[in-house]
């Protein structure tokens, strides 16, 4: 099946620095990608549809200058949360759409100290 | 709207139990249906789907029938083991405004097996 991959799976950074997460498709191209952050014992929340070669779409209420997503191509988008602070811990996830399903990437767990 | 509502959890059960896990959906037009398993410490997995009326998706003996007229897309198993314990996600895919697929989640439900 189609694999997505995410990394780093875990990423511990101090307050105020950037941290760049990446999302790839290995075996198929996604002119669409789907950044979800996902709280303790709480469901998925999209933040962002990520779209090759235009600006993404963001959820209300999620800050576009804070959380940067770059589809840079048609197999990689970045998530880049910047000036990170410690309410931004939490599980980040990518997916990626083909036809009717979609294929997730293994997440990412941010801790900011 | 699209909207999907799974029983909350967490359920704990015994080795070899019958499981059922309860989801029903709102949606407009003909969505496709899914279960995703979320294993501790790990992303999401597909688990099993069904894209129209009265398909029954199945994989390591889970089980869930797409029934439209009852808008529900329960998920079950009949005998459970201790490998089971995960969090389960309820899904559906329907097109947004810009004629997008989009995933619309249930809240999940954590299952608990001991042996």
């Known amino acids: 099946g189609a694999v997505v991959s995410q990394h780093p799976s875990r990423v511990i950074c101090k307050s105020g620095t950037s941290v760049k997460i990446e999302c790839r498709s290995l075996?198929?191209?996604?002119?669409?990608m789907f950044w979800y952050r996902q709280f303790p014992k709480q469901s998925l929340m999209l933040m962002a549809t990520?779209?090759?070669?235009?600006?993404?779409?963001?959820e209300q209420g999620v800050e576009k200058d804070k959380f940067l997503i770059n589809h840079a191509s048609l197999t990689l988008s970045t998530l880049t949360v910047t000036s990170a602070h410690p309410e931004d811990s939490s599980f980040y996830i990518c997916?990626?759409?083909?036809?009717?399903?979609?294929?997730f990437g293994q997440g990412t767990r941010l801790t900011v100290v | 709207g699209n909207s999907v509502t799974q029983m909350e959890g967490p359920v704990t059960l015994s080795e070899e139990a019958f499981l059922t896990i309860n989801c029903t959906y709102t949606?407009?037009?003909?969505?496709?249906l899914f279960w995703y398993v979320q294993y501790p410490g790990e992303g999401l997995q597909l688990l099993l789907k069904?894209?129209?009326a009265d398909d029954k998706g199945s994989n390591k003996g889970f089980e869930a029938t797409y029934r439209k007229e009852t808008t529900s897309f329960h998920l079950e198993k009949g005998s459970v083991q201790v490998s089971d314990s995960a969090v389960y996600f309820c899904?559906?895919?329907?097109?947004?405004?810009?004629?997008?697929?989009?995933?619309?989640w249930g809240l999940g439900t954590s299952l608990a097996v001991n042996p």
């Open positions: 075996d198929f191209q996604a002119t669409t």
């Open positions: 990520s779209n090759e070669g235009s600006k993404a779409t963001y």
């Open positions: 069904a894209t129209k």
């Open positions: 899904a559906l895919s329907a097109r947004n405004a810009g004629n997008n697929r989009k995933l619309i």
């Open positions: 997916s990626a759409p083909r036809g009717f399903e979609a294929f």
């Open positions: 949606a407009t037009g003909y969505p496709s």
